[in-house]
């Protein structure tokens, strides 16, 4: 089975606290790397790939978010409802056409929580795809939900080996044996975000303070039914002022390793 209308939930809602003032002042997803909101980026990957509707399930400094689309990108922005707490619109430029849902979903609700308040807003009943606002890839979502379906599974995440923040020392004993502060690969997979996940698995979530990392991810884990695709390709998250600063280098060099080509 493969699906190619899936709606893709953004989790919009997380605190910038490693991120200085910027993540004071606005929700962490509209942070800038370069000239925009690290948010755009993710969503062009998606459209990119031919997936086209959105839930941004916010949070934090929500406001930042629907002023965004509604006030300062207003001239490509129509209006679908007017619903308050769950708000539909239509974004076209030359570059993308995209639907995109602005739902509220708390200030300080737990990750599960977001999906299943933005589910219900919806009156969903089908599978999803999910990601979190930070962090950027260039990972095949077309072969991602392939997988997904192949394994008949009920949770699938995208498996990622991220590089090492620090310097890497090898020890005999007490003693350094190398120290090696360049290859800063660690040889282990992360969850890099980017999920398929089954309808029924959104019962999972008990309430609106669940973290999806936690049980419902730990239910599928013992009954065999998670699975990771794994992606070895570019994979990088927004957490402090480093991230950003790494970005916008990347940026300032012309390169934008997560950019997918366009189907």
């Given at each position: 089975m493969y699906r190619q209308n899936m709606k893709t939930f953004i989790l919009c809602g997380g605190f910038g606290t490693r991120l200085d003032y910027e993540g004071k002042l606005k929700a962490k997803p509209m942070i800038k790397i370069g000239s925009k909101p690290i948010l755009i980026y993710i969503i062009e990957n998606f459209v990119f790939q031919g997936f086209n509707e959105f839930v941004f399930c916010l949070g934090h400094k929500s406001e930042t978010i629907t002023n965004y689309f509604l006030k300062e990108k207003k001239n490509y922005v129509k209006v679908l409802n007017k619903n308050k707490d769950n708000?539909?619109?239509?974004?076209?430029?030359?570059?993308?056409?995209?639907?995109?849902?602005?739902?509220?979903?708390?200030?300080?609700?737990?990750?599960?929580?977001?999906?299943?308040?933005?589910?219900?807003?919806?009156?969903?009943?089908?599978?999803?795809?999910?990601?979190?606002g930070d962090?950027?890839?260039?990972?095949?979502?077309?072969?991602?939900?392939?997988?997904?379906?192949?394994?008949?599974?009920?949770v699938t995440l995208t498996a990622v080996k991220p590089k090492h923040r620090y310097g890497i020392i090898k020890l005999k004993k007490n003693k350094i044996d190398k120290f090696d502060n360049k290859n800063k690969s660690i040889d282990v997979f992360i969850n890099g975000g980017f999920f398929v996940i089954d309808k029924l698995a959104i019962n999972k979530i008990k309430n609106n303070?669940?973290?999806?990392?936690?049980?419902?991810?730990?239910?599928?884990?013992?009954?065999?039914?998670?699975?990771?695709?794994k992606h070895k390709g570019f994979w990088k998250s927004l957490d402090t002022m480093k991230d950003k600063n790494d970005f916008d280098n990347l940026i300032k060099k012309n390169k934008k390793p997560w950019i997918v080509k366009r189907n």
């Open positions: 708000l539909k619109f239509q974004f076209k430029n030359k570059k993308f056409n995209f639907i995109g849902n602005l739902v509220y979903t708390g200030s300080n609700t737990g990750t599960g929580g977001r999906i299943k308040i933005a589910y219900k807003s919806l009156k969903l009943n089908e599978d999803i795809m999910m990601t979190y962090g950027l890839s260039n990972v095949n979502i077309k072969n991602l939900i392939k997988f997904h379906y192949k394994n008949k599974s009920s303070n669940s973290y999806w990392e936690e049980e419902p991810l730990s239910y599928y884990l013992k009954k065999k039914e998670l699975f990771a695709f």
